[in-house]
């Protein structure tokens, strides 16, 4: 099993920027992908990005490209996502997940974490 623990997550005004992180434990060694997803109330999960463990590839929803940054540290087994230029938009929970292959359907995750809420305030 791997397990995923998200963090950084809180208020903060539109424009304003936030950093979350996702510590991974586990089978790691079996982790190939490492994603992002989001889910605003009522609505359905959406890829944010995704970034592979040699980070050489980076995968990014194009609502989201400029502005945020998908991020790893192999040694502390940790992706983060840095999140600048904030709009009430990305309101959401945010979801850190594992996959064997690159993806941008949630389906393609095997593992998830509990998620982080992230509320940007207009």
């Known amino acids: 099993q791997v397990r995923l623990v998200e963090s950084g997550g809180g208020l903060v005004p539109a424009g304003g920027s936030l950093r979350l992180s996702c510590a991974a434990s586990?089978?790691?060694?079996?982790?190939?992908?490492m994603g992002w997803f989001r889910q605003a109330p009522g609505k359905e999960h959406e890829f944010v990005a995704a970034?592979?463990?040699?980070?050489?590839?980076?995968y990014y929803a194009d609502s989201v490209k400029g502005r945020f940054t998908i991020s790893r540290d192999n040694a502390k087994i940790t992706v983060y996502l840095q999140m600048n230029s904030l709009k009430p938009e990305d309101t959401a929970v945010y979801y850190c997940?594992?996959?064997?292959?690159?993806?941008?359907?949630?389906?393609?995750?095997?593992?998830w974490g509990q998620g982080t809420q992230v509320t940007v305030s207009s």
């Open positions: 997940g594992a996959g064997l292959k690159p993806g941008t359907r949630r389906d393609e995750y095997n593992y």
């Open positions: 970034i592979t463990w040699s980070g050489d590839n980076t």
């Open positions: 586990g089978r790691t060694f079996r982790t190939y992908v």
